[in-house]
């Protein structure tokens, strides 16, 4: 059984995309094989490219730095990321490629193998106490955007810093992670794929 951990941004393994024609940053893939059945990372688009095919997987993209890209897919649609946080999940077997407006992005990916397990992605802002419960079901990941986090003494993590992530893996008995501090945020919360209750969450 997994541990909950925080990833810090330096640990995230940079690594070419799968066609060739971009870099991205790993932060984590579960399980840690080839055949994995999420996965998260933050791809680096330096330059106008196509982007890898990912049959059979659902992708969602947010714009974390840069002036914006365009996505034009093989079926005529177009759609624009823009500053601060542009954002689209679509199918990883569509046919696309990224068209810069103004120099490199960042841009947040998150990628989920549909049969296997279902995925929701928040953009949050972090003011106070957030609170996250994981159960036999129930991951949570979260990306500190913009601030400085941490978690009540009795979780045992170290203190979350912009670009860090926290890992919540699935527990056989329901717990839960209190968050404090002041920034912004993404949380992933992963689930198997079959129909489940409306999210665990809850911010004071």
């Known amino acids: 059984m997994s541990q909950a951990r925080i990833i810090p941004a330096n640990e995230y393994l940079r690594t070419r995309w799968k066609n060739g024609q971009g870099w991205t940053r790993e932060i ?19 330059q106008d490219a196509a982007f890898s095919s990912f049959p059979g997987i659902d992708r969602e993209l947010i714009l974390l730095q840069g002036n914006g890209v365009r996505l034009d ?16 999940r ?12 103004d120099g490199t992005t960042h841009d947040f990916n998150l990628m989920w193998r549909r049969d296997t397990v ?8 972090l003011v106070g106490s957030m609170l996250f419960f994981v159960d036999a079901g129930t991951t949570w ?23 860090d992530t926290a890992w919540l893996p ?35």
């Open 28 to 46: 984590l893939r579960v399980p840690d094989r080839d055949d994995w059945d999420w996965r998260l990372s933050i791809a680096e688009i330096e």
């Open 141 to 163: 990941v979260i990306h500190l955007l913009a601030g400085q986090a941490e978690f009540e003494a009795g979780a045992g993590l170290p203190p979350l810093f912009a670009g």
């Open 73 to 88: 897919f093989a079926d005529g649609e177009q759609v624009e990321l823009e500053p601060p946080h542009g954002r689209i």
């Open 170 to 204: 699935a527990q056989p008995e329901r717990r839960r992670f209190a968050l404090q501090g002041g920034g912004e945020l993404l949380a992933a919360r992963i689930t198997p794929a079959s129909p489940r209750p409306a999210a665990a969450f809850l911010s004071q």
């Open 118 to 125: 279902g995925a929701e992605l928040l953009h949050r802002p």
């Open 90 to 101: 679509f199918a990883g077997e569509r046919e696309v490629s990224g068209k810069l407006r």
